[in-house]
């Protein structure tokens, strides 16, 4: 043991040892083992035991100089003794345990360095499986890919931790149940499966981007961990244009984080933002993104035009010197590739823009008779400024009164309820 703090090992150091390691380190860990055991459900339970158990140890004797090899061969023998106390010595439990030398080195079978993508692309595979629920999904890549705990989980989606943990248990009880192998989906269902893998880190993207409720406009720990995934997805699969269209999309989105909010939590609406603040590097970095996808061949999917169309805010100096004309256009092919209320509504919000308040109203009447958005803020938010424009001020307020009413952020209705208040 080599500790790694300049004192003496505590409980404190241990835990930051352990956190550190497990964060960066825990879909490899995950993984190893889940092709180790053949038991995705196993690895990730062992994975915990272990780490509880490096809390006790590390906090003792010090960090291991291979934390990881540690972590790794402690889960293996918690493996080996769960297969002894379910099946005797069977020959499952002989193979693993020929396979058991007592050393914890780099070089152990586990740990086989050309395996590593394969088996962290399975993972993710695996934890996005279309036999669980998407809730279920999201829940289980940030557990078991990102290495966020029950608690981290809850606090980002504002649940209860019980309620994460049921939805972590049930997710594993139902891969087993299915009999989903530790296996990268084969090459002609991979492309199929892709999609629900790229929606998986989308939605928990958004969810840090705008959050759907609480106290907090962003939630940047969220938002970051799914740039994080992304970009771990797109060295894994170097050829899919739509990864990175998806990176490119967050990217050039968390960009804007540091404009979008006041010192005090408040929201900053696009129009009021310094874009002095926005981050020049990841501006950099999403359209390194986009080029890659462009480059790729194929066109931009839904994830690529959605990063075309925040491209354009990237490169305008102000609201009213943006290419609104071209953000029209993009969110019409979007609407063809993939269409949605939503992808109208935004559209709308673009015509309005490029072309005057009166023919987006018509978009969004046609969303309102249709009851394509019924119970979102969003519809009625938007044809309150719609109306205000207009001059119709009286519906407008009422408009805006309704989406503060549906709005379940509260940095967001406070902006709904100035809006309102200054309407009359």
Known sequence: MAPTTDGPPT????????????RIESARIVAALSRYTGDFSLAEDVAQEAVAEALVSWAREGTPDSPVSWLLATARRRAIDGFRRRSGLDDRYAALAVASPASSSEDDLLWDPDRVEDDILALMFIACHPVLSPEAR??????????????EIARAFLVSVPTIQARITRAKKTIAAAGVPFELPPAADRRERLGGVLSVLYVIFTEGSTATAGDRLVRTDLAYEAIRLTRM?????????????????????AARFPARTAPDGSAVLLEDQDRRLWDRSAIRRGRAALDRASSLGRGFGPYGLQAAIAACHA???????TDWDRIVLLYEALGRVAPSPIVDLNRAVAVAMASGPLPALSIVDELVATDRLAGSHLLPSVRGELLSRLGRTREARAELELAARLCTNTREREVLLRKAAALT
């Open 233 to 253: 997805l797109a060295a894994l699969l170097p050829s899919e244009p739509e990864v990175f269209g998806l990176l490119a999309l967050c990217e050039l989105t």
């Open 11 to 22: 409980a404190e150091s241990a835990r930051r040892a352990v956190e550190a390691v497990w």
């Open 315 to 321: 490169a305008a100096p102000s609201v009213l010197e």
């Open 138 to 151: 999201v829940a289980l890549t940030l557990r078991t890919v990102g290495g966020l705990s029950t608690e």
